[in-house]
């Protein structure tokens, strides 16, 4: 920029700046305007425009545009060193020196061309072409940093595989916890209902046999409570209450018994004779003989 502002101030009409020598200093004073002393900068036809800088993402597809063969989106290939200067050489105006370093600097250090780098033979210019073998130092270098990367996303992966665990055994355990205390006090309200239900009918036994022994007993009302050792006010309430419950239980609906009948004979199922035989009614069929079980000399009976 210093020298595109030299060479304007160079190339400035000398009419400007200066009176004809045939004037005399005082009508030169009065014949030119006044001008103002600062430097006014000059545009001439060498000066290029101003370039804007692109973003990394627009940067890359103009170069892709430009130069397809190295620039290759999802395939990264190892760029031949020092390729900045050759793509402002081959695209002057187009792209800005900070605008290219953001961008060459975010795309050599991606994991893909850290690969790329380690594992090809040469570098690439923007033909595509071949453009030197990578250094021994720069492939070791890619691969230790690949190493490196590699080695935090396994410790990442696996940090987030202990919180997921423990985040499931804490659910886990607070579900496990939610349902112990359901269950408990379930069985907390079951048991307080069999204890209620227990001492409810402890005392109805209770109002009852105090029932069967007043109306069975010839004591009075008032010996009879000196033996229970009742007042003549719950003695009576008791009996009441008592009188109430028969009078309940006898009303209440007693649970229907299914009927029993004896099953239906088969008549066509006949027992058997004891011996053997066939039964009465049915065919004669033949008998398996029986082998002769007497003993050797005793002769055979007559029929």
Known sequence: MNDLRSTAEDQAPATESAAPASESPAQAAESSPTVDASPTPVATANTPP????LSPSACAARLVELFPAVFTPGAPKPLKLRIQADVQQRAPGVFTRKALSVFLHRHTTSTAYLRALADAADRIDLDGLPAGPVDDEHRQAAATELQRRRALHDERR???????RKAHDERRAGEREAQRAAHDAHRATHDEARRSRAAEGQALSERAALLRAFEATTLTAANFC???????????AALAQAREDRQRFAQAPRPQQPETRPAERDPRTRSQPSDGRPAEGEPRTAHRQQPDRRPRGVPKPPR
């Open 50 to 53: 101003a370039v804007a800088d």
């Open 158 to 164: 696996a940090a987030e595989r202990d919180a997921q």
């Open 226 to 236: 000196a033996l229970k050792g009742l007042s003549e006010s719950d003695l009576a």
